[in-house]
């Protein structure tokens, strides 16, 4: 089982609607949950993070955490064609030993929002 | 404030060769993580430097290598090149070492292409 993963793309919405991205994650020891936006070609963007159950909201994104279910979401609101990026689901992991733990990322899902 | 900065942000090797990454980190900031990127594998944790000190390290081979100066800037280093390690390094700076509740932003990248 990958540490984390995403629902598989690519996702295609229209302009206007609500575009939802999933992740999940093996380590129930994960305290820090993080989504970054990677347009084509640039580096990834931090858009939200998240370290308590329950609903994050900013601007038109909300992250959403289910530690119970291990389970992180994005929603973003009124896509824009201009979200049209690849998300990726970013946790923080215990890794062996050490008390510092690593960020371990998804795939990442594409979204394209269309006119 | 200045972001991450990335020297060079192109690099064309050969096979064999050496190279020699650079990352500045957002001022104040004490960590810097590097990570790899390529198609394939997706973006992959490759070591932090917190106060000089490598605290954590992925699973890579020992010819990747890091350091870090007492000014937070870090270099990381690439010995005997081959053909696999053509990818996107990316480094990311944070305040404090590890992932939990401690946010990162990642630099703009250095483009290594090995022939």
């Known amino acids: 089982q990958k540490e984390v993963e995403q629902n598989s793309g690519p996702l295609s919405v229209p302009e206007g609607a609500i575009a939802s991205l999933n992740c999940t994650y093996s380590?129930?020891?994960?305290?820090?949950f993080f989504w970054y936006r990677q347009y084509s070609g640039k580096s990834p963007e931090l858009i939200m993070f998240i370290y308590s159950n329950g609903d994050k909201e900013d601007g038109r994104f909300t992250a959403q955490l289910n530690k119970a279910s291990q389970y992180v979401s994005l929603l973003i609101r009124d896509s824009q064609p201009s979200d049209s990026a690849t998300y990726l689901c970013?946790?923080?992991?215990?890794?062996?030993?050490?008390?510092?733990?690593?960020?371990?990322f998804g795939q990442g899902t594409i979204l394209t929002v269309h006119p | 404030k200045a972001g991450v900065t990335q020297t060079p942000r192109y690099l064309i090797k050969t096979r064999g060769q050496q190279v020699t990454l650079s990352c500045s980190p957002i001022s104040g900031h004490r960590s810097v993580s590097w990570y790899q990127q390529t198609p394939g594998q997706g973006l992959q944790f490759l070591f932090e430097y917190f106060s000089e000190t490598q605290r954590n390290k992925g699973n890579f081979p020992g010819r990747f290598s890091g350091r870090q100066f007492s000014n937070s800037r870090s270099e990381m280093n690439v010995s005997t090149l081959e053909l696999g390690d053509s990818a996107l390094y990316l480094c990311?700076?944070?305040?404090?070492?590890?992932?939990?509740?401690?946010?990162?932003?990642f630099g703009p990248g250095t483009r290594l292409t090995v022939l």
């Open positions: 380590d129930r020891g994960s305290q820090s």
């Open positions: 990311a700076s944070s305040l404090d070492a590890g992932p939990f509740h401690n946010e990162q932003f």
């Open positions: 970013a946790v923080g992991v215990r890794a062996g030993g050490t008390s510092y733990g690593k960020l371990t």
